[in-house]
């Protein structure tokens, strides 16, 4: 098959590799029809993320056919057509029995925090993700479902991660009627998480970024109000001015450590890797919020993370909550919401790449060119 590989920082190319092949009872092999370049898949690109090796195939949004299933699969038939939520998981642990999808136990051997992510190094579980002809899906009869007749498969494409994420991000914030919620980054999680406040209740929506396109679409989209805090000479002063200097009550951060990483590293040279990351805009967030108001952290961050202002969130009385989503626990709400018509998630699509151009993909993504918001990856195109 043809699948997208690793191969350095800045480098990502197709090349043939052995379709995956049954490992466990419980697997099943998709035949990918459509995947998706997530904001965080940039960690791995720039080399930001710890043991990403080469060779690695990167993906954890897609959607596609059973091609093949384990002899204990019983929910999945070869021709299905699915949607799989970027978590893996096990469905039975103590973690899965509570909805905490993301933190199951016995998916990633080792790992004290991480839980275990499609294509997203062996930090993640080292599972090959699906910007690739075919990806394993292990668990099959509890991760994967299948789209329902009435959605289409852009739509479905996008609940598997950036969707969900923007929705539990809001999820979150604890969000009442009435609330001021800003939200810190206009990429396609931080879009659609301004899209659900409004859902669940919001009174108003302030979106924070510094590009003028993905601004836009948050005006027109999320229909929200836009700061562009480069125009600003302190964003925090701001917010703190437009909320009667009191803040916001709710402040999602969809920003995360940069993916660049930190400014020592480019004075260094040294690799510091995501951990070092500059939680800027956490930190604008607990700066914007009102005392006893609450933070919600969506953004990609390390296991270790330097100069965030516990203190001053303290003395405010902050919430802070947290997670990569339980993706599948949102779906039954999405799914209505999407039905009903109040959420359209291709709207936020702007690049369709064939897989074998997915290393321009990258190059246009990650540089912020020619107004890139959310690009999908056809496998199936030339």
Known sequence: MRATTYRGPYKVRVENKPIPAIEHPNDAIIKVSLAAIC???????????????????????????????????????????????????????????RGLYSNCHNVNAGATAAGAIYGYSHTCGGYDGGQAEFVRVP?????????????????????????????FGAQLGSIVEGDTVIVFGAGAVGLF?????????????????????????????????????TEYRDIVVEMKRTTDHLGADVAIDAVGAEADGHFIQHVTSAKFKL??????????????????????????????????????????????????????????????????????????ITHRIPLE???EGYHTFSGKLDGCIKPIVLPGAS
């Not at 999320?222 to 805090?229: D, R, V």
């Open 193 to 229: 998480a301004a899209q659900s406040a409004w859902l669940m209740g919001a009174g108003r929506v302030i979106v924070v970024d510094h590009l003028e396109y993905r601004l836009e679409k948050a005006r027109t989209l999320a229909h929200a109000e836009t700061y562009n805090f």
């Open 275 to 348: 951990q070092g990351g500059s939680p800027i805009a956490l930190n604008w967030a607990i700066d914007s919020v009102r005392k006893g108001g609450t933070i919600s952290v969506m953004g990609a961050y390390g296991p270790v993370q330097t100069s965030i202002k516990f203190g001053d969130a303290l003395n405010k009385g902050l919430t802070i909550r947290g997670n990569q989503c339980p993706v599948k626990r949102q779906w039954p709400r999405l799914f209505e919401h999407v039905r009903n018509g109040y959420l359209t998630p291709s709207e936020i």
């Open 39 to 97: 904001g965080s898949d940039l960690h791995l690109y720039h080399g930001m993320m710890p043991d990403t090796r080469v060779g690695h195939t990167f993906g954890h949004e897609f959607v596609g056919t059973v091609h093949e299933v384990g002899p204990s699969v019983q929910n999945l038939r070869p021709g299905d057509r699915v949607m799989v939520p970027f978590n893996i998981f096990c469905g039975s642990c103590y973690y899965c029995a």
């Open 139 to 167: 668990f099959a009869d509890v991760g994967p479902s299948i789209i329902p007749e009435w959605m289409d498969e852009e739509d479905a494409l996008l609940l598997t991660d950036a969707v969900a994420t923007g929705y």
């Open 357 to 359: 151009h997915i290393a």
